[in-house]
């Protein structure tokens, strides 16, 4: 079956710090990949997407690049921001459906 | 462009009682999805809705049920509250799988409180 596995939270790091939030999922056939953002008391929203092997997604400095050897979709900020605290989810998308992973919440301090 | 919208924000029901959700979705997209996100855990998809019909449905008991309208708006009823249907409900739109569309964007969703 198709399913996504993140790392737990919470993840906290010093503000201009390396982030990589680890995501690997099983799937049959070659779904679309995706991190999505949710903020305190929000909706979700788009991050980034990548609709085949070797992609890489990339939108405010986050990028993620889609390894079917590795069946991984892990996400990195090279310098992260107090405003990107948030939860972080990864999810696929198996003919038109979200599968989501449980997510990851990421705290930055100044 | 409005995007994803949503209404009410915020419902507050009681065990045994019906509610009803409701969606518009963005601009240009005819495809409508639901989902349900208990407390610290991930979105669990419920139904799709296209061309007025569900097209696909999760693992949610059919006291949860749907429709969507000719201009694309959606409504999520679910009957016979329990303690455990307190979430927040989040609607999604897309274009169609039809239409190439596997893209989808969030409203701010509704919090449902069971009382």
């Known amino acids: 079956g198709n399913s996504v596995t993140q790392m737990e939270g919470p993840v906290t790091l010093s503000e201009e710090a390396f982030l990589t939030i680890n995501c690997t999922y099983t799937?049959?056939?070659?779904?679309?990949l995706f991190w999505y953002v949710q903020y305190p008391g929000e909706g979700l929203q788009l991050l980034l997407k990548?609709?085949?092997?070797?992609d890489k997604g990339s939108n405010k400095g986050f990028e993620a690049t889609y390894r079917k050897e590795t069946t991984s979709f892990h996400l990195e900020k090279g310098s992260v921001q107090v405003s990107d605290s948030a939860v972080y989810f990864c999810?696929?998308?198996?003919?038109?459906?979200?599968?989501f992973g449980q997510g990851t919440e990421l705290s930055v301090k100044p | 462009d409005a995007g994803v919208t949503q209404s009410p924000t915020h419902l507050i029901k009681t065990r045994g009682q019906q509610v009803t959700l409701r969606c518009s979705p963005k601009?240009?997209?005819?495809?409508v999805s639901w989902y349900q996100q208990a407390l610290g855990q991930g979105p669990q998809f419920i139904f799709q809705?296209?061309?007025?019909?569900?097209?696909q449905r999760g693992n949610f008991p059919d006291r949860f049920s749907g429709h969507q309208f000719p201009n694309y708006s959606s409504e999520l009823n679910v009957n016979a509250l329990l303690l455990g249907d307190s979430a927040l409900y989040l609607c999604?739109?897309?274009?169609?799988?039809?239409?190439?569309?596997?893209?989808?964007?969030f409203g701010p969703g509704t919090r449902l409180t069971v009382l």
């Open positions: 999604a739109s897309s274009l169609s799988p039809r239409g190439g569309g596997d893209t989808q964007y």
């Open positions: 799937a049959t056939g070659y779904p679309s």
């Open positions: 990548a609709t085949k092997a070797d």
């Open positions: 999810a696929l998308s198996p003919r038109g459906k979200l599968i």
């Open positions: 601009s240009g997209h005819d495809t």
């Open positions: 809705y296209y061309e007025e019909e569900e097209r």
